[in-house]
T-cell receptor
Framework: RKEVEQDPGPFNVPEGATVAFNCTYS??????FFWYRQDCRKEPKLLMS???SGNEDGRFTAQLNRASQYISLLIRDSKLSDSATYLC????????????FGKGTMLLVSP | DVKVTQSSRYLVKRTGEKVFLECVQD?????MFWYRQDPGLGLRLIYF???????EKGDIPEGYSVSREKKERFSLILESASTNQTSMYLC????????????FGPGTRLTVL
């Protein structure tokens, strides 16, 4: 089983749609969780951290279910500018911090 | 704002050449990382460093080495470039800790002919 698995995509949605990304991770020792966004030919950038209680940042909501080892990202009212690849990222702290990245899910928002 | 810079955006080298990729961060971060990113394979960790002169192998260290002589600078070295090392190379830095996040440089697209 891959360490971090995501829907392969791409997701094609119209403007204004709600879209959900799912992610599962295999290592139960994972300690922190993130969603990164990567625009075409650009570097990944932190979108938001994911907490057990769930967290929201404007149109974006992230959820974590530790029991199921599952992370989600919900985008409401999609904008054209949301078109990007969304990377699910997990941190396993072993005295030093390294991140394991999912392969990403591409989102294409069309007018 | 964290700033991570990489020496080149695009680089073309020939098979067998020695290649140096430089990365500099300006936030006094302890940790620095080198990844490569390939279509269908995602981001893969090559090497990382959690202190000056310290280095640790990542998932795919073969064919690469690194150097960290100063805290702000982390170099990736391809001793003898090969065509299968054609890729996007991304450097990142982080402060460390269990809730650590990483900040990436703009990447270097390396083509080995």
């Amino acid at each position: 089983r891959k360490e971090v698995e995501q829907d392969p995509g791409p997701f094609n949605v119209p403007e204004g749609a709600t879209v959900a990304f799912n992610c599962t991770y295999s290592n139960s020792a994972s300690q922190s969780f993130f969603w990164y966004r990567q625009d075409c030919r650009k570097e990944p950038k932190l979108l938001m951290s994911v907490y057990s209680s769930g967290n929201e940042d404007g149109r974006f909501t992230a959820q974590l279910n530790r029991a199921s080892q599952y992370i989600s990202l919900l985008i409401r009212d999609s904008k054209l500018s949301d078109s990007a690849t969304y990377l699910c990222v997990v941190n396993i702290f072993r005295g030093y911090s390294t991140l394991t990245f999912g392969k990403g899910t591409m989102l294409l928002v069309s007018p | 704002d964290v700033k991570v810079t990489q020496s080149s955006r695009y680089l073309v080298k020939r098979t067998g050449e020695k290649v140096f990729l430089e990365c500099v961060q300006d936030m006094d971060h302890e940790n620095m990382f080198w990844y490569r990113q390939d279509p269908g394979l995602g981001l893969r960790l090559i090497y990382f460093s959690y202190d000056v002169k310290m280095k640790e192998k990542g998932d795919i260290p073969e064919g690469y080495s690194v150097s960290r002589e100063k805290k702000e600078r982390f170099s990736l070295i391809l001793e003898s470039a090969s065509t299968n090392q054609t890729s996007m190379y991304l450097c990142a830095s982080s402060i460390g800790g269990s809730r650590d996040t990483q900040y990436f440089g703009p990447g270097t697209r390396l083509t080995v002919l």
